[in-house]
């Protein structure tokens, strides 16, 4: 019978049965119990007994070390330093909750409504929260921080007026005021309040996005000029803006009864990354004029015999939009090249200021349209843009019903532009600035201002139902008493 090595249950190391903890009861006694023998099969009886008196635990501990194993003295003493260390850490104590049964956890981690207030407990599980994502929330702090530097600093405007990051500073904005008084007599409050409107206007757009704008005092101008072409003069101006932004490459012109209806709309974005489709060379798409085109002299190049010049976007050097009239140059962009600087030159010409100013009615854009039908030249670099596209046309120009889509204003497509043009011939000018001032404030508001706008909407039609509702139910009873009043003086007049 082989006999086990497990340590003994005791504290002193021996077993309870006598048998293997002490000698048997034959007259011989020992101080100390031994451990049981088998040597070649002969069993040591109770008439031999150990001369050393090695006990059960040290023997075994023996063999243990023997055989490479830590003693249980060993083991024990490490797992008691161990839990001498854990007990001496903090210990969280939290009420158990009746939401979760795990004897271990006790609650930790979890927001316990019986701990604290509501308040407190969302306190620390936003705290909680906030720690955990330290990192991110750090990040998207910092992320916040520089987009306000951006927009509340001039690193914005710098971004923006930047040639090879926002490109404003490629774009001229021309505006013809007469902020001296009138050119041909003095302005009214009238004439004044559309002035300042549209200065305005066109001041918060170039902001906006950087573009420069040039505000040009016709009034000054007709002083001291040496010569005064009423209407020619927008030529000369150009020429002169050219000359100042030399960095610039477009230079927009803009007649002052004009107002920007979608400020939110860049140039580049609206227009000119997408020249080539946004824009036709061809007149025959639309031809009021019924000009001859393309010219078909054989000593000409092919891009002049071509209806669609060359095709190449980099060589439009003039858009023009065309109303139902022909050219209109009420909104028009050129482009800084010497082909521009050839055209203007011929375009100033005094000689035809001279000969054909009385015949020409429409004076620059007669001019124009005569260079475009007998220059070849001057076709390949021309281009012309939907009429909408910046120059829409109100009500009562090109027709009272305003109902052309090609050529009016539009609310449901969000026009870029509104060009009151004529309106000082018979029209109200000041009326139609302020009305269309007002839709753009309406169409351009922000989520907050749209929001207000509907609870004060809502609440007035609240009311004027309610008046409606008041004014029936005093009708009603108006009706009544007149039918009251008649049948008594009827009944008066039966008995007399």
Same mark, same amino acid.
């Given at each position: 019978?082989?006999?086990?090595?497990?340590?003994?249950?005791?504290?002193?190391?021996?077993?309870h049965?006598?048998?293997?903890?002490?000698?048997?009861?034959?007259?011989?006694?020992?101080?100390? =119990?031994?451990?049981?023998?088998?040597?070649?099969?002969?069993?040591?009886?109770?008439?031999?007994?150990?001369?050393?008196?090695?006990?059960?635990?040290?023997? @075994?501990?023996?063999?243990?070390?023997?055989?490479?194993?830590?003693?249980?003295?060993?083991?024990?003493?490490?797992?008691?330093?161990?839990?001498?260390?854990?007990?001496?850490?903090?210990?969280?104590?939290?009420?158990?909750?009746?939401?979760?049964?795990?004897?271990?956890?006790l609650?930790?981690?979890?927001?316990?409504?019986?701990?604290?207030?509501?308040? @407190?407990?969302?306190?620390?599980?936003?705290?909680?929260?906030?720690?955990?994502?330290?990192?991110?929330?750090?990040?998207?702090?910092?992320?916040?921080?520089?987009?306000?530097?951006?927009?509340?600093?001039?690193?914005?405007?710098?971004?923006?007026?930047?040639?090879?990051?926002?490109?404003?500073? !490629?774009?001229v904005?021309?505006l013809?005021?007469?902020?001296?008084?009138?050119?041909?007599?003095? /302005?009214?409050?009238?004439?004044?309040?559309?002035?300042?409107? =549209?200065?305005?206007?066109?001041?918060r757009?170039?902001?906006?996005?950087?573009?420069?704008?040039e505000?040009?005092?016709?009034?000054?101008?007709?002083?001291?000029?040496? %010569?005064?072409?009423?209407?020619?003069?927008?030529?000369?101006?150009?020429?002169?803006?050219?000359?100042?932004?030399?960095?610039?490459?477009?230079?927009?012109?803009?007649?002052?009864?004009?107002?920007?209806?979608?400020?939110?709309?860049?140039? @580049?974005?609206?227009?000119?990354?997408?020249?080539?489709s946004?824009?036709?060379?061809?007149?025959?798409?639309?031809?009021?004029?019924?000009?001859?085109?393309?010219?078909?002299?054989?000593?000409?190049?092919?891009?002049?015999r071509?209806?669609?010049?060359?095709?190449?976007?980099?060589?439009?050097?003039l858009?023009?939009? @065309?109303d139902?009239?022909?050219?209109?140059?009420?909104?028009?962009?050129?482009?800084?090249?010497?082909?521009?600087?050839?055209?203007?030159?011929?375009?100033?010409?005094?000689?035809?200021?001279?000969?054909?100013?009385?015949e020409?009615?429409? /004076?620059?854009?007669?001019?124009? %349209?005569?260079?475009?039908?007998?220059?070849?030249?001057v076709?390949?670099?021309?281009?012309?843009?939907?009429?909408?596209?910046?120059?829409?046309?109100?009500?009562?120009?090109?027709?009272?019903?305003?109902?052309?889509?090609?050529?009016?204003?539009? $609310?449901?497509?969000?026009?870029?532009?509104?060009?009151?043009?004529?309106?000082?011939?018979?029209?109200?000018?000041w009326?139609?600035?302020?009305?269309?001032?007002?839709?753009?404030?309406?169409?351009?508001?922000?989520?907050?201002? /749209?929001? !207000?706008?509907?609870?004060?909407?809502?609440?007035? =039609?609240?009311? !004027?139902?309610?008046?409606? $509702?008041?004014?029936?139910?005093? %009708?009603?009873?108006?009706e009544?008493?007149?039918?009251?009043? %008649?049948?008594?003086?009827?009944?008066?007049?039966?008995?007399?």
């Open positions: 019978m082989s006999l086990s090595r497990t340590p003994s249950p005791q504290p002193g190391g021996g077993w049965s006598p048998g293997l903890t002490s000698l048997p009861t034959n007259g011989a006694s020992s101080s100390t =119990s031994s451990s049981p023998r088998f040597h070649g099969g002969d069993h040591m009886n109770g008439a031999a007994a150990s001369s050393s008196n090695v006990t059960w635990a040290s023997a @075994q501990a023996r063999s243990a070390a023997v055989k490479g194993h830590p003693s249980h003295s060993q083991t024990q003493g490490f797992f008691q330093r161990f839990r001498r260390l854990s007990t001496s850490l903090p210990r969280f104590s939290h009420p158990a909750s009746s939401h979760y049964a795990e004897k271990e956890k609650g930790r981690g979890r927001w316990n409504p019986d701990n604290g207030n509501s308040l @407190q407990n969302l306190f620390r599980m936003m705290r909680r929260i906030v720690w955990r994502a330290r990192l991110r929330f750090a990040l998207a702090v910092a992320f916040l921080l520089l987009v306000l530097v951006f927009y509340a600093t001039p690193l914005h405007a710098f971004y923006q007026r930047t040639s090879f990051l926002g490109g404003g500073s !490629k774009f904005v021309i013809a005021a007469n902020l001296g008084g009138g050119v041909m007599e003095w /302005k009214g409050p009238r004439e004044w309040a559309i002035e300042r409107d =549209s200065v305005r206007n066109k001041k757009y170039v902001k906006r996005w950087g573009y420069e704008l505000i040009v005092d016709m009034s000054i101008k007709k002083k001291y000029a040496h %010569e005064w072409r009423e209407s020619w003069e927008k030529v000369d101006t150009i020429r002169n803006a050219m000359r100042k932004y030399p960095h610039a490459e477009w230079f927009w012109w803009l007649d002052l009864n004009t107002f920007i209806m979608e400020p939110s709309y860049s140039l @580049q974005s609206h227009l000119f990354n997408s020249l080539g946004s824009t036709y060379r061809d007149v025959n798409l639309y031809n009021p004029l019924n000009i001859t085109h393309p010219p078909t002299a054989e000593y000409l190049d092919p891009a002049s071509s209806a669609a010049g060359d095709g190449d976007p980099a060589s439009i050097n858009l023009v939009p @065309q139902c009239s022909g050219f209109n140059l009420g909104s028009f962009f050129v482009r800084r090249s010497s082909w521009s600087d050839r055209l203007m030159d011929l375009w100033w010409d005094p000689v035809w200021y001279e000969q054909k100013h009385m020409w009615e429409h /004076k620059e854009q007669d001019a124009l %349209e005569y260079l475009y039908r007998n220059q070849p030249w076709r390949p670099h021309v281009a012309f843009v939907p009429q909408r596209t910046i120059n829409s046309f109100p009500p009562g120009a090109c027709g009272d019903a305003g109902d052309d889509p090609r050529i009016h204003y539009q $609310e449901r497509d969000r026009d870029f532009l509104v060009n009151m043009a004529g309106c000082e011939w018979g029209r109200d000018c009326g139609e600035m302020y009305n269309y001032r007002q839709l753009s404030n309406r169409l351009n508001r922000s989520w907050w201002e /749209k929001f !207000k706008d509907g609870i004060s909407e809502t609440w007035q =039609s609240m009311w !004027k139902t309610k008046a409606k $509702e008041e004014e029936v139910v005093q %009708e009603g009873g108006t009544s008493e007149k039918g009251d009043e %008649e049948k008594s003086e009827r009944d008066k007049h039966e008995g007399t």
